[in-house]
């Protein structure tokens, strides 16, 4: 088999054929572009709701004058309740240097109540499961001796990660289906391209030439118009999201909802579009091409 | 050389287009088939390059029984004749070069080898200046003899010729059967042309088969158009 000459004639085809290759590519294009915009906002949405997940914390504060040995006997307990994942003690310094922390450069006009002047409590920091029930640990937690005052955000977190949740679901679904809307766009398209040569696939078989020897070059015309309509969503993704994350800082709105790093999440959403221009150009033209090739005399 | 033994051929929709033909054609014959419009003409070119099979009989083309072939066959088969079609089917985005060095990439021919063939036939048809031209540019005699070039590129045993010059003018038609005329003495291939054109039947006499209502009316050897 030549396949050095089926690739040269994939080429020429593309090339003498302009005006059919750039409206077929253009269909990749665009489909690709919807693709890549929706899988780089899925890939974000799942880093953020991990980072959300992550920074659940039940913050449990103890009363004054509660005994050490008390404090280590419900840290014991607190860390055998289900759903629990890990207890950290945190004296009253701690507290006050996650305080000063808490508010940045500004913090530091509260180094003034460090010391005997502290009017913070010492606290437990209770790291939860991803499925755990927060308000029912909450009240779990309250039940023990010396707490003083159980904190962990509100219905509204877990509110907020069900939201996310469901976001990335949607954004998953929509990839899908835009996924397959690409291959039924651009298969149609090579498809026309195809129909419109059905006489050169005719003439080609009353000369002699059998199905494979037709087929060759067309499939790897497919491939050259699906890997030509992937370049521009290609830059688009590398140097639109970087653009992107530089602008806003690496961030959404908030230190919570941290953007993902430009490298290596653009190449790798680049090459599932490269994957689905080269599969799906692949898949057009070998089901439109073997439709003019079915056996008949 | 080329064998139809009591061939019968009726259509899926019932119409039925040749009667009981029988026909023997001798390696290095030139030989007109002629007919009105339905006689059959275009069905028995249909046999012969295995675009039909036949419903009762046997056509066979250099020993091949072509009713029989196996469809993976059929393009091994259609390499082993040449046919010229009255509407060129040239593939246009091609050169005159590519389209007659089609014809031999598809045998797998090696390329310096078939290259040089190119060559010759395209000098044999006299459009050796026109190799780098694509098929619009040409005028319909030049197509035709691109068409006769890649035809006997391969050197076909057979030569079959559908209303060649259908759609040319009196004098590029002479040109046309000159050429052919040529092919059949230097090359030694057997010639079967279809055509409408009694004047060129009674012009360059042949043996001349005429065809009526799907029966064989004629078989003149020496050529000439009966009325």
């Known amino acids: ?297 | 050389m080329l064998k139809i033994k009591d061939v019968s051929k009726t259509y899926n929709n019932g119409v039925n287009a040749l009667y009981n033909i029988n026909l023997l054609i001798e390696q290095g014959e030139f030989v007109y088939i002629i007919g009105p419009t339905g006689s059959g003409k275009s069905t028995l070119i249909k046999l012969l390059d295995a675009e039909e099979k036949p419903t009762k009989g046997t056509v066979e083309v250099g020993g091949v029984n072509i009713g029989k072939l196996r469809p993976g066959r059929i393009p091994y088969y259609r390499r082993s004749i040449g046919v010229v079609f009255q509407d060129y089917r040239l593939l246009e985005r091609k050169t005159i070069f590519e389209n007659v060095h089609f014809a031999l990439e598809i045998t797998n021919m090696p390329t310096l080898k078939a290259r040089q063939r190119v060559r010759e036939v395209l000098s044999l048809v006299d459009l050796a200046d026109k190799a780098n031209d694509f098929p619009a540019n040409l005028s319909g005699g030049q197509q035709q003899r691109t068409v006769i070039a890649r035809a006997i590129a391969n050197r076909p045993k057979v030569l079959i010729c559908d209303e060649p010059t259908g759609n040319l003018d009196p004098a590029k038609s002479a040109d046309i059967i000159r050429l052919l005329e040529k092919i059949n003495k230097e090359e030694g291939t057997t010639i079967l042309m279809v055509t409408h054109d009694i004047g060129m039947v009674n012009s360059f006499r042949k043996r001349t088969i005429a065809l009526q209502d799907g029966h064989i009316m004629a078989d003149l050897r020496d050529g000439g158009y009966i009325e």
């Open chain 1, 1 to 297: 088999m030549k396949i050095g000459r089926h690739i040269k004639e994939g080429l020429i085809g593309v090339l003498r054929h302009s005006a059919m290759s750039i409206s077929a590519a253009t269909a990749v294009t665009i489909t690709l572009l919807l693709v890549s915009m929706f899988l780089l906002l899925t890939l974000n949405l799942q880093q953020i709701t991990r980072n959300v997940e992550e920074s659940i914390q039940i913050h449990v504060k103890i009363e004054n004058g509660t005994s050490a040995e008390t404090i280590s006997a419900t840290q014991a307990a607190i860390a055998k309740l289900a759903g629990v994942t890990k207890v950290t003690f945190s004296d009253k310094d701690a507290e006050l240097d996650r305080f000063i922390a808490a508010f940045g450069e500004d913090g530091k006009i509260f180094e003034m109540y460090r010391g005997e002047d502290n009017p913070l409590r010492d606290a437990y920091l209770v790291d939860v499961a991803k499925n755990a029930t927060l308000d029912v640990l909450a009240a779990q937690i309250r039940g023990y001796a010396g707490i003083e005052k159980v904190d962990y955000g509100g219905e509204n977190t877990i509110k907020l990660v069900t939201f996310m949740d469901s976001l990335q679901n949607g954004g998953l679904l929509l990839v899908s289906i835009l996924s397959l809307l690409a291959i039924f766009l651009i298969s149609n398209t090579i498809k026309i391209t195809i129909n419109a040569r059905s006489d050169e696939i005719h003439i080609m078989r009353t000369l002699g030439a059998t199905n494979h020897f037709i087929r060759f070059p067309f499939l790897i015309e497919g491939i050259l118009i699906g890997l030509l309509g992937s370049i521009l969503p290609i830059l688009i993704t590398i140097f639109g999201y970087h653009y992107l994350f530089n602008a806003m800082g690496g961030v959404l709105a908030s230190n919570l909802f941290l953007l993902r790093p430009v490298f290596p999440m653009v190449y790798q959403v680049s090459g599932i579009l490269t994957g689905i221009a080269v599969l799906v150009g692949l898949l057009g033209s070998f089901i439109s091409v073997t439709r003019h090739l079915r056996w008949k005399r």
